[in-house]
């Protein structure tokens, strides 16, 4: 008899059971290791993503990706950090002041003074301006006449330029002689332009000195750096201004250029070389290298408004930064557009998602492409150079026939998804993404076809380890089915009342999501 009883209350625990609401439950439950709180669920309807999954799941899939890529030393990250901020001095260039009493004088020399005359001899005014500065002052023959000056608490060289303008005269200072020498301006500059040509003599004359000087023949390895850009620098260098510090470029350098192994070959003075090697230094380093993982998922409207809205707008109260950017007329970065998810055709839509992961996004995308709300058209990664473009491309060729002069012949054109990508990283560490994609469809039952493109190009700012998601091209399409009960629609007359055709628009969003991540 107990037995019994146990049996029928097993059959009333199923009875009951079988009762309840018949709700979709989604196969890819994801639980805390400390909770049972169902975290990921989804339904037909929408896709939520609840934020502690996020925050609590690890970046597995993604470090072993970025670890299949090439490996390098690195250095740690405040040593990279000081090196690529610090400002590196090559060379200086001396330009010698000849008129400012004060550039090349200690601040202790320079000091008030106070003076009164009235009709006092040029000659004597600058016997007491070398009393005071203790400077050695010449005037010239040309110089001559009366000055008259009230001045107070002016610095003396100030005071002294303020009383040569007035009497349209001019100084050249010579602080290696300390020696400041005063004549009228006619006669200052027609010696200036006189030192001017001694100059350019001397120049030669250095010149010529330099000819006779030995020449080496030096190969300079470069290891990341193209060898014809780092020509090109040395070569504006070469003929731009003296590099300074007594040590000047000759314009007699001879670099040759060996592309295949990237040697640079040139011939100079030693003085030469050693300034081309600290210069080949500075340029030729490493490059950082950026791994981006793009999802590029065709979803219908309740997909978009999703993963565009409810990862910001569901998690306030939780780590999770994501939040909605909506771009609407013109901006910083030229970008137009409206919220992500919004039926706006031919308009672009950015937001940004933080503190997530690739794995999880990936996980999600996939239970709701099992559910008919998405379909991931491809899933590409790849590694890049800084500055450097990558391109993926997903394309079919589609014959096209031409006839040309009465001769025919087959054209090939792609159609599928085209995806290019050039990251530069700026100097606090995020990333500017230029992002190109382009989706073209073909209707391959008819001949020659025409090609549908859709296309999204953009540029942004992003934080590195950050997913954007870029969408709002929409596609259009209108799908007809007819059904029938057989035997019964063929009956005559009443056939039609067993008869059905339905219609239906389908829309469909193409989103962009891209993962990058700096090595």
Known sequence: MKMKNNFLLALLVVFISSCEPNEYRSPFPVELQESNTELLEVSKSSLIIEPESFIADNQDRVIATALSGPIIDVE???????????????????????????????????????????????????????????????????????VSAKLTDVPWDKALDSILKVKQLAKYVDEEANIIR???????????????????????????????????TEIFKLYYTEAKNVSTEIQSIINGPESGEGEEVSSAIEITIDERLNYLIVKATESDLNFIQRIISELDVRTKQILIEAFIVEASESLGRSLGADFAINSPDTNILGFRDNFRGDNALGITGSTLGAPAAGTSAISFILGTTTKNLSAALAASEDEGITKVLSNPRVFTLDGQAAEIKQVDQVPYTKVEDGVTSIELKDAGITLKVTPVIVGDGNIILSVDVEKSTVDTTIANPPIAKRTISTKLLIKDETIVVIGGVFTESTKSSKTQTPFLADLPLVGDLFKGEEKTNVRKELLVFLAPRII
Not at 200 to 213: C, G, H, L, S
């Open 76 to 146: 740690s990250s405040e040593a990279e950090i000081a090196k690529s901020t610090i400002r590196k001095q090559i060379n200086k260039e001396e330009v010698k002041n000849n008129i400012d009493v004060s550039s090349g004088s200690n601040k202790e020399e320079i000091f008030p003074i106070s003076v009164n005359f009235e009709n006092m001899p040029i000659e004597y005014m600058s016997v007491m301006f070398a009393e005071v500065s203790g400077r050695n002052i010449m005037i010239g023959d040309e110089v001559s006449g009366l």
């Open 182 to 216: 005063i004549h009228s301006q006619e006669v200052l500059a027609a010696q200036e332009k006189y030192d001017l040509e001694i100059m350019q003599a001397m120049e030669k004359t250095r010149n010529a000195q330099d000819a006779v000087q030995p020449l080496y």
